[in-house]
């Protein structure tokens, strides 16, 4: 009986590390899909404008990133359109220069931004922060672009002549 007993125990326990070799393996795999659609919902996702959140500060910072990140995208439309005309190009440009302007002295001003939320009532600083970050993003996103928009610019330019 002492030998039955031994071997079902000894069966027990490798059955038990195979369950526990199994769940993590399972486990490891279902961890992986989910941080890969997390992956792919971040680069899909679209910057939009936030609403007020009542701080002079924060508003007014949140609202010019947004303006230079939506004429930013104004110019793309132009710049992805096939009948753009080459006349344009010299205005984009410049355009394009100056926003890169902008955005440096926005970012600049971004922790005086950050700052001003943080000194908000509790109720409304998790959606001044969030703002504040959202303007930042716009701003990284746009600053992004630009140079492969210059190019675009000089690469129809060229072509136009």
Not at 6 to 18: I, Q, R, S
Not at 64 to 70: L, N, P
Not at 90 to 104: F, N, P, S
């Amino acid at each position: 009986m002492k030998k039955v007993t031994k071997n079902l125990g000894m069966a027990a326990k490798v059955l038990m590390v195979a369950l526990l070799i199994a769940g993590v393996s399972v486990d490891s795999f279902g961890q992986k899909k989910k941080k890969d659609k997390k992956k792919k919902d971040k680069k899909e996702k679209v910057l939009e404008r936030p609403d007020k959140v009542g701080n002079g500060a924060v508003d007014a910072y949140v609202s010019s990133a947004f303006d230079i990140f939506e004429k930013n995208q104004e110019i793309s439309k132009k710049l992805g359109d096939a009948s753009g005309s080459v006349g344009d190009m010299g205005t984009m440009k410049a355009d394009l220069q100056k926003q890169m302007t902008d955005i440096k002295d926005l970012l600049g001003k971004s922790k005086a931004a950050g700052d001003a939320a943080g000194k908000l009532p509790m109720k409304d600083k998790p959606k001044a922060v969030k703002a504040v970050k959202k303007g930042t993003d716009a701003l990284n996103a746009t600053q992004k672009a630009i140079p492969g928009q210059l190019e675009m610019i000089k690469t129809q330019s060229a072509k136009g002549k």
